[in-house]
């Protein structure tokens, strides 16, 4: 199982993503759903993916190989809806490949992308790419998207973000909605993957992958989970009829 999120802010943009793709009592294995493409200083584009393995890596590979080529690509689109466009494409042909006549029906190949970034003269933009290859991008009321097992870290992210929120807040609250979905299910695992771009910059101003034995990490969820416990202790508790 994986959990991603990313947010498009007024600062900019944040990305996070787990690493585990296969968990059990026996087996657990990492693979990164975090995947750059760039052109220093002239655009700078990030790919989160979720879903079937083998059809997120054939898009991966297919999109880093035809990148730099004659064949039109990702590092050379006029747009980021253009580079969307040319994502979902590459979703499509890879799924008529493995499965060309839909009979595989008890096989799910199907993958959900999610592809932010920045192109020189364009404002920051971020994209949900869905298993059909088409899209939808995310706005100023709707500034975050998950991809995966979201339902367990969505609250907070639904009560914290908003287009204004800064970037190092935003950091935070993806961390807690990490802390949050891990605590819910253990299919989804350490270590996180962040990136953090500010806006015009065309280069991350942030990296990190943050592992089980990070102190940061540590130390705010302990805070999280103490916080909630002293606020809840704090609640007025109603009063109940009895007899």
Not at 30 to 51: D, I, N, Q, W, Y
Request: with cysteine.
């Amino acid at each position: 199982m994986t959990y991603c999120v990313a947010m498009r802010l007024a600062d900019g943009l944040v990305f996070a993503s787990d690493s585990r793709t296969n968990a059990g009592f026996d087996q657990i294995s990492t693979f990164r759903k975090m995947h750059v493409f760039e052109k220093p200083g002239e655009r700078e584009l990030v790919l989160l993916s979720a879903g079937n393995l083998a059809t997120s890596q054939s898009v991966i590979s297919l999109l880093e190989r035809r990148a730099g080529t004659d064949v039109h690509n990702v590092l050379s689109t006029g747009s980021m809806f253009e580079t969307a466009e040319i994502v979902g494409q590459t979703m499509r042909e890879v799924i008529r490949r493995d499965n060309p006549d839909g009979k595989l029906g008890h096989v799910d190949f199907s993958c959900s992308l999610i592809l932010g970034g920045q192109i020189r003269g364009e404002d920051p933009r971020l994209f949900n790419i869905y298993p059909e290859g088409n899209f939808i991008e995310a706005t100023e009321e709707t500034p975050f998207f998950q991809i995966g097992e979201s339902k367990y870290g969505k609250p907070i992210l639904d009560r914290v973000i908003s287009y204004k929120t800064p970037l190092n807040r935003a950091y935070q609250c993806a961390l807690i909605s990490f802390d949050s979905t891990m605590k819910s299910n253990l299919s989804v695992g350490m270590p996180v993957d962040v990136a953090i771009y500010q806006r015009d910059a065309l280069k991350p101003c942030f990296t990190e992958r943050v592992e089980e034995n990070s102190d940061y990490f540590h130390e705010l969820r302990q805070q999280w989970h103490e916080g909630i416990q002293v606020l809840f202790n704090q609640l007025e508790p109603p009063v109940l009829a009895t007899g």
